[in-house]
Structure formats: C-alpha cells, structure tokens
T-cell receptor, first 112, second 114 residues
Framework: GENVEQHPSTLSVQEGDSAVIKCTYS??????FPWYKQELGKRPQLIID?????GEKKDQRIAVTLNKTAKHFSLHITETQPEDSAVYFC???????????FGQGTELSVKP | EPEVTQTPSHQVTQMGQEVILRCVPI?????FYWYRQILGQKVEFLVS????????KSEIFDDQFSVERPDGSNFTLKIRSTKLEDSAMYFC????????????FGDGTRLSIL
C-alpha cells in the first residue's frame, strides 16, 4: 500500500550539532521525494527535494540522500540553529493520482 | 515570489452545515490539490484536480466532499454536511506539472466544527 514511515518522531539537539531524519517508502515506482518544514500554525514549506536519478543533493546546511534499492531517504541538517526548530515532514510522490504521501513528521528542537 | 492563497484563514461552523474553502493557486500552475492535517498529525492527501476533473481522491474524500474550479483563478473545496471529525487544517497546493514536481502549499484554512 501507500505508506511513508518517518523516524524519529522527536529529535532534540544542541545548537551546532547535526540532525538526521530518516524515511522509508513502500512504492518502488516513486521518483520524487520532497522535504517540508512546518512551523507552528504555518504552511508546510518545501526546503529541499530529490529525484530518483541522483543519490544526494545539498543546499547549504541541508542535504538529502536517497537509496532507491532500499527505499530509504534521509534529511541531514548540519550546524543546526534555533530557527531550525520545527516539524519536518518527508513525502513520496505516488504516480497513481499524482499525490504526495507524507510521513508522520519529526519535531526537531534545537537548544541554544 | 508567487504564493498559493487561501481564504478564510479560520472557519467556525455548526455540525451539519455546508462550508466552502477557497484557494487561488499559483497562476501558471495546472495541477491542484487539497490536503488536510488534523491537529498534531501528518498531512493527508484528499484530492487532486487537473483539467477540470478529479484525478485521484482518497478514502477521506467521500460523497460529502466536492471540488470545483468555478473560474480561471479559484479552486474550491466544499463539505456539504460537516461532521465533528472534519475539524482540521485544510491546505490547498498547486504544481506546474503533475509528475515529480514541487507542490506549493497555501497557508491553510483552520476548520472548526462545533
């Protein structure tokens, strides 16, 4: 079925440390994997995405890796800052219906 | 930067009443979506819409739900007879093309059913 599993559900790090969030997906046909950051009461905001033709993508302090064989993808945030504190959602694009299936979310807390 | 806009930001309605949530997608986008998020939970797909037709709908999107693009700019979600469990944040999203493209979300409408 259509499912995206995300871990951990909560993550607390010290400012300057790295944070890693991991997701697995069920549909081997999925080819697009975005990550969204959602601050309290606000919209999910796209922060980075990756397509299946690459294994890694980096944008400043944020990187995403993809292992299509294992159906895993991960978000890496380096040199975390308090303003990185938010809920992060991974998602996988399912070709059936052109929809995004979201993971359960990770509440990241960066302590100064 | 163009944004998806949604109105109202908050809607309070009595159970059994009809509600219409409105969205203006980004102007050159062709694919439109509604998602919902119950407080503290993940974002769930409701429906996708293209070329004035529903492309896909989830199990949540039952006969009480409908979508419409009444003109060249608006995209609406109607819930005909609201239930308590419809209380959630409803997000509209749009994308330029269907496959493997970023979906940009609006700020959402918080729907509270009393």
């Amino acid at each position: 079925g259509e499912n995206v599993e995300q871990h951990p559900s909560t993550l607390s790090v010290q400012e300057g440390d790295s944070a890693v969030i991991k997701c697995t997906y069920s549909d081997s046909a999925s080819n697009y994997f975005p990550w969204y950051k959602q601050e309290l009461g606000k919209r999910p905001q796209l922060i980075i995405d990756i397509r299946s033709n690459v294994g890694e993508k980096k944008d400043q302090r944020i990187a995403v890796t993809l292992n299509k064989t294992a159906k895993h993808f991960s978000l890496h945030i380096t040199e975390t800052q308090p303003e990185d504190s938010a809920v992060y959602f991974c998602a996988a694009f399912y070709n059936q219906g052109g929809k995004l299936i979201f993971g359960q979310g990770t509440e990241l807390s960066v302590k100064p | 930067e163009p944004e998806v806009t949604q109105t109202p930001s908050h809607q309070v309605t009595q159970m059994g009443q009809e509600v219409i949530l409105r969205c203006v997608p980004i102007s050159n986008h062709l694919y439109f979506y509604w998602y919902r998020q119950i407080l503290g939970q993940k974002v769930e797909f409701l429906v996708s819409f293209y070329n004035n037709e529903i492309s896909e709908k989830s199990e949540i999107f039952d006969d009480q739900f409908s979508v419409e693009r009444p003109d060249g700019s608006n995209f609406t979600l109607k819930i005909r007879s609201t239930k308590l469990e419809d209380s959630a944040m409803y997000f509209c999203a749009s994308s330029v093309r269907r496959d493997n493209q970023p979906q940009h979300f609006g700020d959402g409408t918080r729907l509270s059913i009393l």
